[in-house]
Each structure stands twice: as C-alpha cells, then as structure tokens.
C-alpha cells in the first residue's frame, strides 16, 4: 500500500526553468511534509518541509505547495540548475508517538543546460 | 555532512550470513530510524527508535533486528542473508520523531 506516491519517475528541466515535481499521499493523517533531494551515493539531504496548517512554504529557490483537500503537494524549484539534478523524494508523517517519514518513490530531476 | 554516520560503507558477503551495520546519530538526537533502499525502489521504513526504546516498526523482516544502545548509537542485524537483501541500507536521526530527520550516507550490502 504505497501512502505516498511520486508518478513520475523523472523530469528533464532546462536550467534557468521552473522545475514542478508532484506527490500524492493516501493518509488523510499525515500532517507534516518533507522534501528530500538525493545524490548517488549519498545519504538523501532534507530540503524544505510544511505543516497541513500551511498551504506554502519558501525557502529561497524552493517552494513547497500543499493542497490538503486534493492530498497533493509539490515543489517548485526556480530557477532550476544543473546542481538541482537529483533524485527528489516526498515524505510525509504525522505528530503521532509512533511517527515516521514515509517515503515517495521518488522523481530524478536532471537540469539541462 | 549530515553528522549521522554510518559505518561501514559497503560490505560484501555470501548467503546465509550475518552481517551488523552500525550507526552514531547526530549529537543529541534520541530518534534513530533504519531505512532500506533496493535497486530503483524508494526509501522502506524498518525501525525507529526513540532514547533506547522500539517505537515503530515497518517492513522489517524476521531475520533483521535492530537495538539502540544507551549511547544512542544503534545496529542493525541482517542475518540469513539471501540475495534479495542486497540493498542501501540508511540510519536516520531526528532530535524527535515529529522533526526532520538527517540521513547518513549509507552502507551499501552485496550479498553473493
């Protein structure tokens, strides 16, 4: 049962671009979202998060929308470049005793010059 | 450099074998979480937990097992080793479980 889902597996962006990556959840009890970016051979790196009392959150070249009623959030990148190019995980949880950071499948961003 | 490191970074060995990943948090953090990432697969939730305690469990196999040490530092014990185990395999800690977590780099297991 994949609560969190990225559908598309990658995006090719030109750099200077928005690059838009997507994430559904399922858990209507999810109510904080993370965005990770993984390089190869890394460990993935925490990029921005918001809580289900926000509808954005900023942090300078990135911005995470989400719109609870539709469960789907996305980041927006821009300008994208071409050390934007990794593979962006969505992950979710909930302010419970038992949390934890379920993961999307991930989407590759590759920026092109 | 996230703080959370892993050790060791790759390990190679045969089937039917038992192998320890090891992990030290972040200083301070009391949550550490052990995730699973098989060849272009996202990242599965095994274990979490929190100042010594089991506090989540996720798709964790039988045969794996994990405990948190009274320095926080935690192993991961992988035993029966079948090829399908052959993963990345990464510590998390978070200073809570409702707060993002920090990854380590990973410990890369080949089973053959």
């Known amino acids: 049962d994949q609560q969190v889902k990225q559908n598309s597996p990658s995006l090719s962006v030109q750099e200077g671009r928005i690059s838009i990556l997507n994430c559904d959840y399922t858990?209507?009890?999810?109510?904080?979202f993370l965005w990770y970016k993984k390089y190869p051979a890394e460990g993935p790196t925490f990029l921005i998060s918001?809580?289900?009392?926000?509808d954005k959150n900023e942090d300078g070249r990135f911005t995470v929308f989400l719109n609870k009623s539709a469960k789907h959030l996305s980041l927006h990148i821009v300008p994208s470049q071409p050390g934007d190019s990794a593979v962006y995980f969505c992950?979710?949880?909930?302010?419970?005793?038992?949390?934890?950071?379920?993961f999307g499948t991930g989407t590759r961003l590759q920026v092109t010059l | 450099d996230s703080g959370v490191t892993q050790t060791p970074k790759h390990l190679i060995t045969a089937t039917g074998q038992r192998v320890t990943l090891r992990c030290s948090p972040r200083?301070?953090?009391?949550?550490v979480y052990w995730y699973q990432q098989s060849l272009d697969q996202g990242l599965q939730f095994l274990i979490q937990?929190?100042?010594?305690?089991?506090?989540a469990k996720g798709n964790i196999l039988e045969r794996f097992s994990a405990q948190q040490f009274p320095d926080l530092h935690s192993e991961l014990n992988l035993s029966s080793l079948e090829l399908g185990d052959s993963a990345l395999y990464f510590c998390a800690s978070s200073s809570n479980p409702n707060t993002e977590a920090f990854f380590g780099q990973g410990t890369r297991l080949t089973v053959v």
């Open positions: 918001i809580s289900s009392i926000k």
């Open positions: 937990y929190y100042n010594g305690e089991e506090r």
């Open positions: 200083s301070g953090d009391l949550s």
């Open positions: 992950a979710a949880t909930y302010t419970g005793t038992a949390s934890k950071l379920t």
């Open positions: 858990n209507s009890m999810f109510d904080y």
